[in-house]
């Protein structure tokens, strides 16, 4: 009844930036909360960035200062804004989102499938 749909990852050198979208799609009546997430290989999904419905937002030490997580509420769409990247920001990139829809009336959590961003010279 909904999904999430990624864009904005590739490869870049170390110090440039990205900026990935995410948009939420179907039958949405509101969208409480959404962030971003990562996985490097061998390691545990990890939050990154978050923002709640009412604009709040809580980073990761490891991108505070480097990364802008932002919404565009009139197209229910997150953003992720990546700037001086480091091979360590390597990874999957997940969009999550925290959807209440007009059937069913309850809240439910949904992922993208992912998009990659691989940072290396």
């Known amino acids: 009844q909904a999904h999430l749909v990624e864009s904005g990852g590739g490869l870049v050198q170390p110090g440039g930036s990205l900026r990935l979208s995410c948009v939420a799609s179907?039958?949405?009546?509101?969208?409480?909360?959404m962030g971003w997430y990562r996985q490097a290989p061998g390691k545990e999904r990890e939050l990154v960035a978050t923002i709640s419905g009412v604009g709040s937002t809580n980073y990761a030490d490891s991108v505070k200062g480097r990364f802008t997580i932002s919404r565009d509420h009139a197209k229910n769409t997150v953003y992720l804004q990546m700037n001086s990247l480091k091979p360590e920001d390597t990874a999957v990139y997940y969009c999550?989102?925290?959807?209440?829809?007009?059937?069913?009336?309850?809240?439910?959590?949904?992922w993208g499938q992912g998009t990659q961003v691989t940072v290396s010279s």
């Open positions: 179907g039958s949405i009546f509101s969208i409480n909360g």
């Open positions: 999550n989102a925290d959807l209440r829809l007009r059937v069913g009336g309850g809240i439910q959590g949904y």
